[in-house]
């Protein structure tokens, strides 16, 4: 089995279980769902370099070749945002959960739905 | 040629918003001060820009002086000056407008103002594909925070389906970003441009995923049917400035489908020439008439207004689509315009809704009704396309492309069709505004409406006005613009072999 038929499925698996997740009603389903999105985006980045095995991402006399260096600094630049997004949401997400007292997605907000959690004032300050 | 101005749009924002952060973080005066000079200044490097990108001649900027396809390069032609002009008059607008009210309700506004302007500035000028995703990120950023400004249950749940949807548009821009680099090898818009003619039979399947993948991902920002069910939600819940603000972000989506459907995937592209083409102007169609439906079912003022912005984008996606020089004249001159009248509308409607924790049709009309009332019907003439403000000679320049351009069996109807039913839309919520008032029994005490955003409706009713007077001149500048964009092999000159170009244009 090639390295290219592993990484795609790896990659096409990735992408399946976030969008199942992200249409899920229930915020932290959705998150995992959006990280695991984002894991898929950059091994999908890494191997537009092309796949090659022990090779430098600079050119030199020595070594046989050399892989592209450029998706490397995409996938880095990727990574950062993604990861600076994903806590935004997470963050968010908790703070919606306090303050509606429940962590579905939807837009109605109904506060006498689940009336064993607290005030929502005293929850939050 | 190069040219270090270009720097200035996306400098100044930066170090402000840092400066705001860091140092002013307690003095909320001392930020309105800084924040409103920095706008000010960044309307004026816009006008400048503006002047300087009027002789027809695109400049760049290299960024570490990295040549061209291997650093990143900041361009500035005529299409770029427009949208910077535009988002510097719009940020000016409402910045004072948020000064009183809004800049109150939460931490650090003007600091997530500026970076917004930090993140729209750097798409217009960007010239690589890489670096336009990283200044879409920048503004979304940016946005999250001042969408949920002010805070509030509604606005977090709405502020939680509007960041999802944009992390999943980041993921597909960043999928569309890996599948043109692996089969072109470049990143740099101009480079793209020469590079995409030369793609191998093989690979032109994935290229062709990647640009249309890109385009999915311009149509979440410019509200595109069937990605702009996250628009009214997000728009409606969130602070008037903020709203006001959001105005340029869908018109940031359309400037990203002109530039790289008519630079990268344009005419020279060989097997892959105008690919998004068959798709803009009848989803641009659809925009329209879904929009128009909203305007028609809305149940409150902010709905409205929302449903209209759509409606507003399927008419400036439709100018896109027509691809013709005055088709693409008549949709810039209509982003402009709609763009200032969809500010003054939140801004408006801001100051006419009474700031509650769900949304709904309440509410306590400010004295003067008159005068309220007045800028009302105003925006509404505006926004619906009567005569005499210019949203009547955009509706009416569209027209005419779409009459040259042999699409008129599908465009005409639509346009006039729809402008019919805004009307009538904009009409209903006029008349169940003003006229059925709450009962004298429940009649508040009279509320005067902070004056400053007052001041900014009635100035953007100004700029609105001034566009159609000056409509002539401006449209020499659109059809300039139009044209320059339409014939992008100066732009690729410029960027990729500069001294060249500069030994060409010099004598």
């Keep these: 089995m090639s390295m290219e038929f592993l990484m795609a499925t790896g990659i096409g698996a990735l992408t399946a279980v976030g969008l199942y997740l992200i249409l899920l009603r229930r915020t932290f389903p959705v998150v995992i769902g959006l990280s695991f999105l984002s894991y898929a985006v950059n091994v999908f980045l890494f191997t537009m370099g092309r796949l090659a095995i022990d090779r430098p991402p600079i050119i030199g006399s020595t070594s046989a070749g050399y892989t592209d260096p450029l998706p490397q600094a995409l996938v880095l630049t990727a990574i950062v945002i993604t990861f600076g997004m994903t806590a935004l949401i997470v963050v968010l997400s908790l703070r919606a959960f306090l303050e509606t007292g429940a962590d579905d997605v939807t837009l109605g907000i109904r506060a006498d739905e689940e009336p064993s959690v607290p005030h929502r004032d005293e929850v939050v300050r | ?507």
């Excluded at chain 2, 093989?202 to 996250?230: C, E, R, Y």
């Excluded at chain 2, 400010?366 to 009332?373: E, F, I, K």
Aim: hydrophobic residues 60%.
């Design chain 2, 1 to 507: 040629m190069t040219s270090q101005w270009l720097i200035v749009p996306v400098a100044v924002p930066a170090m402000t918003a840092a400066m705001l952060v860091l140092a002013l973080r307690h003095s909320l005066t001392g930020q309105r001060i800084i924040s409103v000079t920095a706008t000010a200044a960044q309307l004026i490097a816009a006008i400048s820009l503006y002047v300087l990108a009027g002789d027809g001649e695109p400049r760049a900027y290299l960024l570490g002086n990295w040549p061209a396809p291997f650093g990143i390069v900041l361009v500035l032609d005529r299409l770029a000056a427009t949208m910077l002009l535009l988002a510097g008059l719009l940020a000016f607008g409402v910045v004072i407008a948020a000064i009183g009210a809004w800049d109150r309700r939460g931490r650090h506004f003007h600091a997530l103002f500026q970076f917004q302007m930090l993140g729209i500035n750097g798409a217009f000028l960007t010239g690589d594909l890489f670096n336009l995703f990283v200044f879409f990120e920048v503004l979304l950023i940016a946005s999250y925070g001042l969408m949920l400004h002010g805070g509030g249950a509604r606005r977090l749940k709405a502020g939680f389906h509007y960041i999802a949807v944009n992390l999943i548009g980041s993921t597909v821009f960043l999928f569309a970003v890996g599948a043109i680099y692996a089969t072109t090898g470049t990143l740099n818009m101009a480079d793209l441009a020469v590079k995409v003619g030369q793609v191998a039979a093989d690979n032109q399947a994935l290229l062709a995923a990647g640009a249309l993948l890109l385009l999915t991902v311009f149509a979440i920002k410019s509200a595109m049917v069937p990605l702009h069910w996250w628009l009214p939600p997000t728009y409606g819940s969130t602070s008037p400035p903020a709203a006001a603000l959001f105005a340029i972000m869908t018109k940031v989506g359309a400037y990203s489908i002109i530039r790289v459907y008519t630079l990268i995937f344009g005419a020279d592209a060989g097997a892959l020439a105008d690919i998004a083409t068959p798709w803009i102007l009848p989803a641009g169609i659809v925009t329209l008439v879904l929009g128009t439906i909203g305007v028609l079912a809305n149940r409150s003022l902010l709905d409205l207004v929302c449903y209209s912005v759509i409606a507003s984008m399927g008419t400036l996606l439709i100018a896109i689509g027509l691809t013709s020089t005055a088709g693409l004249a008549a949709a810039l001159y209509y982003a402009v315009q709609s763009t200032i009248t969809s500010a003054g509308l939140f801004l408006l409607a801001g100051l006419l809704l009474k700031e509650q924790d769900g949304r709904g049709p309440l509410v306590r009309l400010p004295q003067p009704v008159l005068l309220y009332a007045g800028l009302y019907f105003l925006l509404a003439i505006a926004m619906v396309g009567m005569p005499p403000l210019a949203g009547f000679i955009g509706k009416f320049l569209i027209l005419d492309a779409g009459r040259a351009a042999s699409h008129m069996a599908s465009v005409w109807p639509a346009i006039l069709v729809t402008s019919l039913l805004l009307i009538i839309g904009f009409t209903r919520a006029g008349i169940r505004l003003f006229w059925n008032g709450p009962g004298v029994a429940e009649t508040p005490a009279p509320r005067v409406a902070p004056m400053l955003p007052t001041i900014v409706v009635a100035g953007m009713i100004t700029a609105v006005a001034m566009l159609s007077l000056l409509a002539g001149p401006v449209m020499n500048d659109m059809t300039a613009t139009a044209e320059q964009v339409l014939a992008p092999q100066r732009y690729i000159a410029v960027v990729l072999r500069p001294r060249l170009a500069s030994n060409l244009s010099g004598e």
